[in-house]
């Protein structure tokens, strides 16, 4: 039950993603939710939910942006491990250390893919991605967390209440 | 104790760090694969078709009428002005009309006497919706709603507005994604149409806000090419149709080599609001035997 949850999560979140947020994109820029979705799922369930939710989101990604197929898979996959690590530390309910743990995560990602894909290019402007992609991203992606977590949360606890042990 | 647990009253399960090891070992495989054969991809993006872009199909013509309804309330007022404006600018347009109907006329008469075929209109073409953008920030690529059993494939050239959007980077039964020119991974060889003097024209993430591409290695030793010449894409570019308009230069430079020059390009087409593209489905290379 758990597991259909976290796969409807990521189709939908995807969906979202690529077809609606486009449209309300602000300075050009767009959240990520699927960001939001591993990393959520990764301090609610732990460190194998999280990789595997991770892998997936970034299959996904990696399909769609048509380079190396698995490049954004490792990527994502280890931030759901990295994320993973914080289950059952802290309680869920609390917002906070998520959406730091989130804020982190998607500046990790920005940072990663500047350098994997952008710097090896030999682009060296490191100040103007670093201002005009990925702070405004993590910032717009932690707004949307704030609607996005706490509903998520919500249909997670609802579901996993009925199976407790089956978690993984 | 053995790694693998098996409580009792426990389903089997895997230590996560097991998971991570399999689960890299298949990004390393899955990334070696595809950097090896572009076919490998192919079982993922027709999974991907059948899955996701009937979804996005709905899920965009929804999220277009959203925005598009909010976008309306704003115009509303723009648009009342804006057609009495045009209403007087019809009724001038309408006699023009009349007088280049007549001109057109003429002219196809005279290019079925010469034997002239325009090589743009000769292309075979087919229209096609953008569905869904990039879900990043990084590249600018977009998903339209038909693929392989609408007769497209890889590399076919894709053109809006008369000037050249990008082409197709990978396909699957039912949509395609199209690189564009103006992201940061294009390189399109180019030429000037005046001088024919060639370039390279590559998209920058930087530069894509101020709706502009850079062009690069244009020889150009006998100074004659100037802003606002028009550039299209070379006959020696293996993947682009040759003489599509790819946009107008608006600043030059030369390089510190002194040998080469470069400067930016305002492309043709407009970019922020693309919603429906023409995908030619002539390749280069049948039709490249003249070269």
């Known amino acids: 039950m758990s597991v259909l949850f976290s796969v409807l999560l990521i189709f939908i979140s995807f969906i979202l993603q690529s077809s609606v947020f486009s449209h309300f994109e602000v300075a050009g820029i767009v959240p990520n939710l699927l960001i939001i979705v591993t990393a959520s799922l990764s301090v609610m369930h732990g460190e194998r939910r999280g990789l595997i939710v991770g892998f997936f989101c970034g299959l996904l990604l990696d399909i769609f942006c048509g380079g190396l197929l698995g490049f954004y898979a490792f990527i994502m996959m280890m931030i759901g491990f990295i994320n993973g690590k914080f289950y059952g530390i802290f309680y869920p309910e609390e917002i906070k250390l998520p959406l730091a743990l989130i804020f982190v995560s998607d500046l990790t990602y920005g940072i990663v893919i500047y350098i994997t894909l952008f710097l090896l290019k030999g682009r060296f402007d490191f100040g103007y991605y670093f201002l005009k992609i990925i702070i405004p991203e993590c910032l717009y992606t932690m707004v949307v967390t704030f609607v996005f977590y706490p509903l998520i949360l919500k249909i997670d606890t609802l579901i996993s209440g009925r199976d407790q042990r089956g978690d993984y | ?291």
């Open chain 2, 1 to 291: 104790m053995s790694p693998i647990v098996k409580n009792k009253g426990e389903r089997f399960s895997l230590p996560s760090k097991y998971w991570l090891v399999i689960l890299s070992v298949i990004c390393v495989l899955l990334m070696v694969f595809s950097f090896g054969s572009k076919n490998f991809a192919k079982p993922f993006n027709y999974a991907f078709g059948y899955v996701i872009t009937p979804l996005e199909n709905g899920i965009s013509k929804l999220g277009g009428w959203l925005s598009g309804k909010s976008e309306e309330i704003v115009e509303i007022r723009a648009l009342i002005r804006e057609n009495e404006a045009l209403k007087e600018q019809v009724a001038l347009l309408t006699e023009e009309n009349t007088i280049l109907q007549q001109n057109r006329y003429e002219l196809n008469k005279l290019r079925d006497l010469m034997e002239l075929n325009e090589e743009y209109d000769a292309y075979n073409k087919v229209g096609a919706r953008i569905i869904a953008k990039d879900t990043g920030n990084w590249y600018a690529s977009f998903i339209i709603d038909k693929g392989e059993d609408d007769g497209l494939g890889l590399d076919m050239n894709v053109i809006a507005d008369g000037g050249l959007v990008g082409r197709i980077t990978s396909i699957g039964a039912n949509w395609a994604r199209v690189t564009s020119v103006i992201s940061d991974d294009s390189n399109v060889s180019a030429m000037t149409l005046a001088s024919s003097d060639t370039m390279i024209v590559s998209g920058s993430l930087q530069l894509m806000n101020e709706n502009r591409i850079t062009f690069s290695q244009l020889r150009d030793d006998d100074n004659v090419v100037v802003e606002g010449d028009k550039i299209v894409t070379s006959n020696i570019s293996d993947k682009y149709l040759p003489n599509i308009l790819i946009g107008y230069i608006s600043q030059i430079q030369v390089d510190n080599n002194n040998l080469t020059k470069s400067g930016y390009i305002s492309p043709a087409v407009d970019f922020e609001h693309l919603s429906e593209v023409l995908v030619i489905t002539d390749l280069k290379k049948s039709t490249g035997e003249e070269q």
